[in-house]
């Protein structure tokens, strides 16, 4: 299995398309979503990202931006603070457009934007997400640009299924600008993401993740990367900052963290899918991992009682 695979399976944009927004200068845009994360892509033209507190980043054609929420960030034109203060707050499922386009596209070249909010909410992904930085600008590849038209003109196309189409084509673009990000230098991709490529720690690491209820030992795993467990045990701690026991421990919690979420689980089923017999020793671990008892974990993930009956539509 894919580590990179597994932790991104089930991030998924909602109802995500800022839409075809074509925008004529001046124009200043503020994302009030709370999102976790927001994607920006400019099908045409380009601007400014300038996250509440942060310094601006350029945004041209091609180029993918990955927003780290769930704070405003502003979509502009000119990053200039005077500019700024003339800002348009939007969500993303708006449809913005230059009133009297036919005109004012003489006048000056739009830009067109699409965007896509995520909320991530679970464990498993968060253990990729959380270390990206406030905004991370990915440069044009050839893969985003051969797909650029292709995704505006599912945005202007109504036909049946149309919201699945982009939100799998966001979802798509998603994955492979976090790919591209974390194969850049300056990205500060997790130590464990590093030792993937590693031919011992690399075998180890997908052991673990493929079959996380195994009962795997140091020597299991050594044996698993065809290496001797002194070696494993000391290439492991140096690649990944913990030994490999210590590794596959938070790993169990950060999946049982997300399996607490269905009421359809009992703490014990949970304990006998990351990999223990009892309920008893799975709690001491999952309450030194993350700071609670399963039962308490999961009494704070319930919604509160007016959150609960509010409407759905």
Known sequence: MDVFDELLRNVRGRSSLFGRSVLYPPWSLRFTDGAYLTLCAPLRGGGWIVPDGGEPRRLGLG???????PEPFAFTDDPDPRHLARVREVHCGEVVGGPDTSVRAEVAAPTVLMAGAYDVRSEVPQRLLRVLPRVAVVPETEDCSAMRDYLEGQLCAERPGRQIVLDRLLDWLLVCSLRDWFDRPEAASPSWYRALADDAVGPALRAMHEEPD???TTAALAARAGVSRTTLAKRFTELVGQGPVAYLTEWRMTLAADLLSRPDLTVAAVARRVGYADAFGFSAAFKRVQGA????????LAPAP????????
Do not use: F, L, M, Q
Not at 306 to 313: D, Y
């Open 293 to 300: 008892s399963p039962t308490a974990y999961r009494h704070a």
């Open 306 to 313: 007016e959150e609960a009956g509010a409407p759905t539509g």
């Open 214 to 216: 195994r009962p795997w």
């Open 63 to 69: 180029d993918v931006a990955i927003v780290r929420g």
